[in-house]
């Protein structure tokens, strides 16, 4: 066999073995079943329990309140991981990761932490132009700039709270959620942000995401939700991670490569040809395509899966134009990386462990227009 694919074959097995050896045994003997998680909001220094507040699964339209003796209750969770959120007017909103590996009920009691402090927030005030530029560009970041951010509309925008740093960082809190209504999808979107920076046409926010479903007016605009809903499902993060568990990335329209570490290279650098980059100089060199089978290993339990890779993943979807590094593939291009190494998600594209992946590139573009909540499904 010629050494150009001895090493080829040698690199795909190194590939292999490395990924491999992230996954634990899965444990299939389990029975599938469903949690039921029940407990109690109380004010951490009186004991007193706290009527009516919101407790629910992050990023997701699974929730409830607690009743007026702060008790709660939220029925048929899946055994695995999902993070959940207590928040309550006037207190600090907790977020806790909790992992079921066996069904049944669950006792779980929360005590909340009174004041809600904006550490480090120069408060700019609330009527003024500088104030109304500012967030007009917050909306427009949270909000996206496609077809469906026209049908979006932020509630309550004094819940905000902006600041501009000396070096041109602009930021953003909210003392309470910001209501987001989207007419697109049929979600109410509420949004406990912690941390919002802006800056050099980049954005970064994190916090705690509800999802409310919108009641339609008519059977004709439920309809169009569930349309819309199917288009923003397409060519998402959801998507690509359902088609990997799958093994359907090809057929469902996406094209991964995944990087060669540095010590399996045949060639250290990789040179344009005529002064133009294109992927068929990287194949087989920098990078090699990959199908989901490669990155998808069983977790512990049968909810879960493992999406492992050392290095960087390069995804096209093949279904949508747009900008990337090579000449040859001009279709939406998202960098991820796993920090770890690898992140924990269900079948269905639910990441319940993301340990730090960073999406750059057209993925990394979502907005509340276009987000579906975790537990969507694309099946009725």
């Given at each position: 066999?010629?050494?150009?694919?001895?090493?080829?074959?040698?690199?795909?097995?190194?590939?292999?073995?490395?990924?491999?050896?992230?996954?634990?045994?899965?444990?299939?003997?389990?029975?599938?079943?469903?949690?039921?998680?029940?407990?109690?909001?109380?004010?951490?220094?009186?004991?007193?329990?706290?009527?009516?507040?919101?407790?629910?699964?992050?990023?997701?339209?699974?929730?409830?309140?607690?009743?007026?003796?702060?008790?709660y209750r939220l029925p048929n969770l899946a055994v695995g991981n999902l993070e959940l959120v207590v928040s309550f007017l006037g207190y600090e909103t907790?977020?806790?990761?909790?992992?079921?590996?066996?069904?049944?009920?669950?006792?779980?009691?929360?005590?909340?932490?009174?004041?809600?402090?904006?550490?480090?927030?120069?408060?700019?005030?609330?009527?003024?132009?500088?104030?109304?530029?500012?967030?007009?560009?917050?909306?427009?970041?949270?909000?996206?700039?496609?077809?469906?951010?026209?049908?979006?509309?932020?509630?309550?925008?004094?819940?905000?709270?902006?600041?501009?740093?000396?070096?041109?960082?602009?930021?953003?809190?909210?003392?309470?959620?910001?209501?987001?209504?989207?007419?697109?999808?049929?979600?109410?979107?509420?949004?406990?942000?912690?941390?919002?920076?802006?800056?050099?046409?980049?954005?970064?926010?994190?916090?705690?995401?509800?999802?409310?479903?919108?009641?339609?007016?008519?059977?004709?605009?439920?309809?169009?939700?569930?349309?819309?809903?199917?288009?923003?499902?397409?060519?998402?993060?959801?998507?690509?991670?359902?088609?990997?568990?799958?093994?359907?990335?090809?057929?469902?329209?996406?094209?991964?490569?995944?990087?060669?570490?540095?010590?399996?290279?045949?060639?250290?650098?990789?040179?344009?040809?005529?002064?133009?980059?294109?992927?068929?100089?990287?194949?087989?060199?920098?990078?090699?395509?990959?199908?989901?089978?490669?990155?998808?290993?069983?977790?512990?339990?049968?909810?879960?899966?493992?999406?492992?890779?050392?290095?960087?993943?390069?995804?096209?979807?093949?279904?949508?134009?747009?900008?990337?590094?090579?000449?040859?593939?001009?279709?939406?291009?998202?960098?991820?990386?796993?920090?770890?190494?690898y992140m924990v998600t269900t079948p269905q594209g639910w990441v319940v462990m993301p340990m730090g992946f960073e999406i750059a590139g057209d993925l990394?573009?979502?907005?509340?227009?276009?987000?579906?909540?975790?537990?969507?499904?694309?099946?009725?």
């Amino acid at each position: 066999m010629h050494p150009f694919l001895n090493r080829i074959s040698l690199i795909r097995l190194l590939l292999i073995l490395t990924v491999t050896a992230f996954a634990r045994t899965s444990t299939f003997a389990q029975q599938a079943g469903t949690v039921a998680l029940a407990g109690k909001v109380t004010d951490e220094k009186t004991g007193k329990p706290l009527p009516f507040a919101n407790v629910f699964i992050n990023n997701s339209t699974i929730g409830t309140n607690s009743d007026e003796n702060g008790n709660y209750r939220l029925p048929n969770l899946a055994v695995g991981n999902l993070e959940l959120v207590v928040s309550f007017l006037g207190y600090e909103t907790v977020k806790q990761t909790l992992r079921f590996e066996q069904p049944g009920t669950k006792t779980v009691v929360f005590k909340l932490r009174e004041g809600q402090e904006l550490k480090g927030v120069t408060i700019v005030a609330k009527k003024n132009k500088k104030r109304e530029r500012h967030l007009k560009i917050i909306i427009r970041e949270l909000l996206g700039r496609g077809k469906f951010s026209k049908l979006c509309k932020v509630l309550n925008p004094e819940v905000l709270r902006i600041s501009e740093d000396d070096d041109g960082h602009l930021g953003a809190q909210t003392t309470k959620p910001l209501i987001i209504e989207n007419y697109a999808l049929g979600y109410r979107i509420h949004q406990d942000l912690d941390d919002f920076d802006y800056f050099n046409g980049k954005v970064y926010y994190g916090g705690a995401t509800r999802f409310e479903l919108l009641t339609p007016k008519d059977d004709a605009q439920r309809k169009q939700w569930r349309t819309n809903q199917k288009e923003a499902y397409k060519g998402s993060l959801k998507h690509l991670l359902t088609s990997m568990v799958a093994d359907s990335l090809q057929e469902q329209g996406f094209k991964v490569f995944q990087v060669i570490p540095d010590s399996l290279r045949i060639f250290k650098s990789v040179r344009s040809v005529n002064g133009y980059n294109t992927i068929t100089n990287h194949i087989h060199n920098r990078i090699e395509p990959v199908r989901g089978m490669r990155l998808v290993r069983p977790g512990e339990l049968p909810t879960e899966r493992l999406v492992v890779s050392l290095t960087q993943l390069e995804v096209f979807n093949m279904n949508k134009h747009g900008k990337s590094p090579y000449a040859d593939m001009s279709y939406a291009y998202t960098q991820i990386t796993l920090p770890q190494g690898y992140m924990v998600t269900t079948p269905q594209g639910w990441v319940v462990m993301p340990m730090g992946f960073e999406i750059a590139g057209d993925l990394g573009n979502d907005r509340f227009s276009n987000l579906l909540p975790a537990d969507w499904k694309r099946d009725e």
